[in-house]
Each structure stands twice: as structure tokens, then as C-alpha cells.
């Protein structure tokens, strides 16, 4: 799949009480997948949770790709009857998210005073 590109579309953060962070639990969740006319978009959330109930951060997205008619209904298909999408597909997905909500999230964090969430190293889903 080609990806063209990830769109930020809102965010969510508060910062539950005045103590450190000894934890940062970031979740990237994949909740849902449209195809039209080879055009697929994926709709997203990025969650980190800041631990032991300091706060949260969520940001909410979608991402753009294309691929073949044929080959985007297959991955609709998928998606409809397995809620996921095949490792290869998914692995750079997760990345693009994973890198483009931990930057924007900086800002955001900084917003109500939560440390930044760190990116975590690159994902690799191993089947």
C-alpha cells in the first residue's frame, strides 16, 4: 500500500494531579478502515497514559493511502472480518503514527503541563 499521508484530527489531554510520572504507557489503536475506489483511510488513536494517574494524552487521526481497486477490497475485507491488516501493512502504518503523534503530542503535553511523550522505538510485528 502506498501511504500519502496522516492527518491529526483532534486531541484530548489532562493532567489529573500534580506528582511525577514514573510512566509514560503509550497505545496506538487502529479503529477503523474505509475504501473507496482504491483510496483507503484508516482512522486512528494515540493514547499515552501517564502513570500512576497523572494524566493523559490522546490525539485522534487518519491515515491516507492508495492501492490497486482489487487489492484495497481485499484489505477491507480483512479489516471488516478481523479488525487488523497484514503485518506488512500494518508495521509502516504504526510507524507513521507512532512518529507523528509523539512529535505533535510534545506540543500538546506541554499544553497542561505533562512531560512529553517519548517515541518509542520502531515497530516490528512479528507474525
Not at 23 to 46: A, H, P, Q
Amino acid at each position: 500500500m502506498e501511504i500519502l499521508g496522516i492527518k491529526i484530527n483532534g486531541t484530548d489531554a489532562r493532567k489529573d494531579k500534580e506528582a511525577p510520572a514514573t510512566d509514560v504507557n503509550v497505545n496506538i489503536t487502529l479503529d477503523g478502515l474505509e475504501v473507496k475506489k482504491g483510496e483507503i483511510r484508516i482512522s486512528f488513536t494515540y493514547a499515552a497514559n501517564y502513570r500512576p494517574n497523572v494524566g493523559f494524552l490522546r490525539l485522534y487521526g487518519m491515515v491516507f493511502g492508495r492501492e490497486s481497486n482489487d487489492k484495497a477490497n481485499k484489505l477491507a475485507k480483512m479489516w471488516e472480518k478481523e479488525k487488523k491488516l497484514p503485518p506488512e501493512i500494518a508495521e509502516p502504518i504504526l510507524n507513521l503514527i507512532n512518529a507523528s503523534a509523539g512529535v505533535n503530542g510534545v506540543l500538546v503535553a506541554r499544553s497542561v503541563n505533562l512531560i512529553p511523550p517519548l517515541v518509542p522505538p520502531k515497530i516490528v510485528l512479528k507474525s
